[in-house]
């Protein structure tokens, strides 16, 4: 059964400060996707990793992927309060059949 | 803007009443939709996979006679949940990939449920 863990799950920051936020996941897959959630809120899609070493970059945001070590990280560079917002990590329960398996979440608070 | 769209966003219904949620896409079609609910600071969790033109498969633990999947048209899914109870309380939330999207898969607004 596959498992996605994500760390931490709070995290508060301070503005113009970097962090990482980790997923791990259990067993083998290939597509691995982060979402954003403000409080209330539907997904918003963040970014798909495809293959293993993709990186993407997004303004403050940058996820890469490693399949080998089954771990997938989220980078915030120098936050600001907007990144406030819970983000999950997502991993394909069997490779292209787009069921989801989610992290916890991982709860941003940026204090000015 | 949107490109997977549900309706209502929030519905209250009395404890025994079944009610209904849409989840349409947006200028593409949906083969294959799938429903997710959420309870409050919790993670989403795979209800079932909604598939257009036959039955809807149901994930392990998830009642089939109580989540009533309907994907009649390759644009729209309804999940009904049948005879509701107060734990059916819940965020209800659909998705689907657009086939040219580079593999994203989008979700729908959400549909807050609350049984009274």
């Known amino acids: 059964e596959l498992k996605v863990e994500q760390n931490p799950l709070f995290l508060s920051m301070q503005e113009g400060k970097n962090y990482t936020i980790y997923c791990n996941y259990s067993t083998t897959s290939d597509r691995l996707y982060w979402y954003r959630q403000d409080p209330g809120k539907s997904l918003e899609s963040l970014f798909v990793l495809l293959s293993n070493g993709a990186v993407k970059q997004e303004g403050r945001l940058m996820a890469s992927l490693d399949t080998k070590a089954r771990l997938s990280t989220l980078h915030i560079t120098a936050a600001v309060h907007d990144l406030s917002a819970t983000y999950f990590c997502?991993?394909?329960?069997?490779?292209?059949?787009?069921?989801?398996?989610f992290g916890k979440g991982t709860k941003l608070t940026v204090n000015p | 803007g949107a490109v997977v769209s549900q309706h209502p966003s929030r519905v209250i219904c009395k404890s025994g009443t079944s009610v209904k949620i849409e989840c349409r896409s947006l200028d593409f079609q949906a083969t294959t939709m799938f429903w997710y609910r959420q309870f409050p600071k919790q993670s989403l969790m795979l209800m079932a996979t909604s598939n257009e033109g036959s039955k809807a498969t149901y994930e392990q633990g998830v009642e089939k006679d109580k989540f009533l999947i309907n994907h009649a048209s390759l644009t729209l899914s309804t999940l009904t949940v049948t005879s509701a109870h107060p734990e059916d309380s819940s965020f209800y939330i659909c998705s689907a990939r657009v086939q040219d999207s580079g593999n994203t898969i989008y979700f729908g607004e959400g549909s807050w449920l609350t049984v009274v």
């Open positions: 997502a991993v394909d329960k069997q490779g292209g059949s787009e069921k989801l398996v």
